[in-house]
């Protein structure tokens, strides 16, 4: 008796528009390239110098000698700018129709009407619609796309843009560096509560690029967000890239939850960066879903450096036939008082890979803080793979930190247990594998709770014995 | 004189950035000529012992230069054949002096089936100088049998160790490995077991205690192949003054291992803020009907317990020691020998000072 899990269905995911664009830059990445971007996003000049620096610092670095294998990847095949067919828009009636029908067909505008303070849509390279409620407006809160703050808000972004994420980081952050384009940018300022969240959906369409949008979001002093990404993508033969790079930035009482469902296709290698700086008596939670993707490198991190700083992490991963994902978390604490809690979990079928790679630092000077890790993986038959790669490096003795893992399958004690009540084999297994995710779901919003429950359909066979 | 580099690498690797996949140590004097060995002392069933070793094949290993090193130029080699049907004790002490500065061992242990025997293998520096140890130990655990070994790392402060474990566990072998890990400037040490055989069984523990500049690697590697095959690595350490530890632990169930059981726990008290622990418990599985868990912890001494024990009228120091050989009494009670057990509690006292 086997459970079988039923591959997500990415029928919504997997429509493809033609690939039409106003621009699409030849395939490769040399300066001239770099030059063209530059030009066609109508860059200031630092910027533009920005990006010639990042390309060579891309070029001096080698890529992971850890990690799943990116031997496939050939950056000379990828176009790494698409202008999409369509400006900015703040109405959806003026986005084109090709495009619209497809957010419209991801959700998008109506959850703006019934559960978004702001919406922000990128299609490939380019972000096609923005808007955000006008009380937060009148509040102060800023929400438009990269490309806007870079022009209207110099001081603001010169200040932050990738100092949280220098392009030294690694080789990916650096190609981001040298080739970003799109993204959004979110400015709240000091004690504005912003009650419902903002989300921001990227939809990479066209064959054989990349998508580097670049995040940015400041949430001053005492104010507080929630901030959702979602993604998806076609799919297509050949491998499409995902280098984006999140920065935040959450200062003294602040408090941040940056929510991601990220639904890549099964030719994606995402290969993304995110980091936070967590000032003062500030929190920041993490509530992360991975699905999708051929291959993914995401370690989302948490840097602790102001007083009783505190983080969250909960997240899951769900790998299936061909892809592997190593994902996990990273947490520095640089300051007392700091906490910092990870609760991963990751299921494989199918022959899928799970890697949970992590980092918890605790500094000397991080006095009296905490660090409790909690991962957990589910295989759910005899072909897969789940790896569990933790490393705890502590700096100081006036700390308590613990971390413990577990893997294994589903116990036949509880499938017993709970078919001694009355459920079916089938119900059984379905209510433990939802009962696993349950943890992640609950900290999403409802929406997406849904979403993902409905990504875990479970589908029994077979009988017993 | 050889300039060491990298040491004992992980079996998986994770970001170079977190300073773990295995030790650099620079400009570290290697002896070039290893002179003769003679201060070893053996206590047991002498008629067992022999210098036949068979040709070594590791796996892992600390790296190909240590590894050649015992291959071709090993100072002491000895085969241990246990054909006993009742346990029996053997112990064998390296004596480090001014006469014997460098110890290059090469040590193979095979267990008969249904055999039973404890092995007691120690390294101690009876002078105030400078050694050096670089060994291998390999055992063969055969179908059924039954073996207790205990490595002892008495060595001082200026000294270095290095040590290679590999051992093959069969159908219902049963083999229990102590390490006290105590003394080195740096202390390496690089286990591997393979679980080869149906309920296979393999209990690893561990106790380090480390000061000064003292720096421990520990890289323990179990792969367990066997149906219903089981590992329990247990690691409790302490760190002082600006001493650090590396501890990697992989418990890798292979593809057939089915209900295969593994545990690790790694537990490092750190006595000051300036010590310091890096810890890598890894799992990685490709077998479905398994159990692995692991948990690792580090943190100071609890101040509750030990305000306890000094508003009881002992001293800081005196409690310290209480409440560290508290911690390893777990682990110390398989150690059957009083008279070793003694010594090791006197060098805990000693290195608490």
């Not at chain 1, 690694?170 to 979110?186: N, P, Q, T």
């Amino acid at each position: 008796m086997k459970t079988k899990l039923e591959e997500i269905n990415r029928n919504i995911y997997d429509i493809k528009n033609k690939d039409e664009y106003e621009f699409k830059i030849k395939k490769g990445l040399t300066a001239e390239i770099i030059e063209e971007i530059s030009k066609q996003k109508n860059d200031p000049d630092w910027m533009r110098d920005f990006r010639l620096k990042a390309l060579e610092v891309y070029n001096k670095l080698e890529l992971p000698t850890w990690g799943p294998d990116l031997s496939e990847l050939n950056m000379e095949e990828i176009a790494t700018y698409v202008k999409p067919k369509s400006k900015l828009n703040s109405s959806w009636d003026d986005v084109p129709e090709d495009i619209k029908n497809t957010f419209d067909k991801l959700g998008i505008p109506e959850a703006e009407k019934t559960s978004l303070a702001g919406v922000g849509a990128q299609y490939d390279s380019e972000v096609v619609y923005h808007s955000m409620r006008e009380d937060l407006i009148k509040q102060g809160v800023i929400y438009t796309d990269m490309e806007t703050a870079v022009r209207e808000y110099p001081e603001l972004v010169k200040t932050h843009f990738m100092k949280c994420v220098p392009v030294s980081d690694h080789k990916f952050v650096a190609l981001h560096g040298a080739v970003w384009s799109g993204g959004s940018f979110v400015y709240v300022p000091k004690g504005v509560k912003v009650d419902i969240p903002l989300q921001s959906y990227f939809r990479l369409n066209s064959p054989e690029s990349g998508q580097f949008e670049h995040t940015l979001i400041i949430v001053d002093e005492g104010a507080s967000l929630h901030f959702i990404e979602g993604c998806s993508a076609p799919k297509y033969n050949k491998v499409n890239l995902h280098a984006g790079c999140v920065e935040l930035y959450v200062k003294d009482g602040a408090y941040l939850r940056y929510s991601t469902i990220e639904n890549w296709s099964k030719n994606m290698l995402n290969l993304n960066t995110k980091k936070a700086i967590v000032g003062k008596n500030a929190k920041m939670d993490w509530v992360s879903g991975s699905f999708g993707s051929k291959i993914s490198m995401l370690y989302p991190m948490s840097i602790l450096n102001g007083e009783n700083a505190k983080t969250e992490f909960t997240g899951i991963s769900f790998a299936g036939k061909g892809q592997n994902l190593d994902n996990g978390f990273k947490v520095v604490h640089n300051a007392q008082n700091t906490s910092s809690v990870v609760n991963a979990k990751s299921i494989s079928k199918n022959g899928g890979k799970c890697t949970y790679r992590s980092l918890v630092r605790i500094n000397e000077n991080a006095k009296n803080s905490k660090s409790s890790v909690s991962c957990e993986s589910l295989m759910l038959d005899d072909i897969s793979i789940s790896d569990t790669i933790p490393t705890n490096d502590i700096r100081t003795d006036d700390v308590e930190f613990s971390h413990e893992a577990k893997i294994g399958k589903i116990s036949d004690k509880t499938i017993f247990y709970l078919m001694s009540r009355g459920l079916s084999e089938e119900d059984a297994k379905a209510m433990i594998v939802r009962g696993f995710a349950h943890p992640i779901a609950k900290e999403l919003p409802v929406e997406y709770a849904v979403e993902m429950n409905n990504l875990i359909n479970l589908e029994l066979e077979g009988a017993i014995g | 004189m050889e300039k060491l580099q990298l040491l004992n690498e992980t079996p998986i690797r994770t970001s170079k950035n977190f300073n773990i996949n295995n030790i650099k140590i620079e400009n570290f004097e290697f002896p070039e000529t290893i002179k003769k060995f003679s201060n070893i002392n053996i206590i047991g069933d002498l008629s067992q012992i022999t210098q036949e070793v068979s040709l070594i094949d590791l796996k892992y290993g600390l790296n190909e230069y240590l590894t050649n090193q015992v291959k071709t130029r090993a100072n002491q080699k000895l085969k241990v054949v246990v054909d006993n049907k009742t346990n029996k004790e053997t112990k064998i002490e390296f004596n480090f002096d001014r006469e014997n500065l460098e110890l290059v061992d090469n040590i193979e242990i095979e267990a008969n089936e249904n055999s039973k025997a404890t092995i007691i293998i120690k390294y101690l520096t009876c002078e105030n100088i400078k050694a050096f140890h670089n060994g291998i130990i390999r055992v063969n655990a055969k179908q059924n049998s039954n073996i207790k070994i205990i490595v002892v790392n008495l060595m001082n402060n200026m000294s270095n160790n290095f040590l290679a474990i590999q051992n093959t566990v069969s159908k219902d072998a049963k083999l229990n490995y102590t390490i006290i890990d105590f003394g080195g400037k740096y202390s390496i040490t690089n286990y591997h077991s393979n679980l080869d055989g149906e309920n296979a069984d393999n209990r690893l523990n561990t106790i380090y205690l480390g000061k000064e500049t003292q720096c421990f690697d520990l890289n323990y590697i179990a792969e367990l192949r066997g149906e219903k095959s089981n590992i329990n690595i247990e690691v409790q350490g302490a760190l002082n003054d600006n001493a650090k530890k590396h501890f990697k632990g992989t418990i890798d169930f292979k593809k057939g291992c089915k209900k295969a059981k593994g545990n690790e726990n790694e537990s490092c008290m750190l006595l000051s803020n300036t010590a310091k622990s890096i810890s890598l418990p890894m799992l990685l599985c490709s077998e479905e009907e398994v159990e692995g868990n692991h948990s690792s912890s580090a943190g100071k001494i609890e101040e509750k317990e030990l305000f306890y024990i000094m508003s009881r009228g002992f001293e800081f120091k005196e409690a310290l020691k209480l409440m560290v050989k508290a911690k390893f009494n777990k682990i110390l009670e398989n150690i059957k020998n009083e008279e070793l057990k003694t010594e090791i509690l006197q060098e805990i006292d000693t290195k608490l000072n």
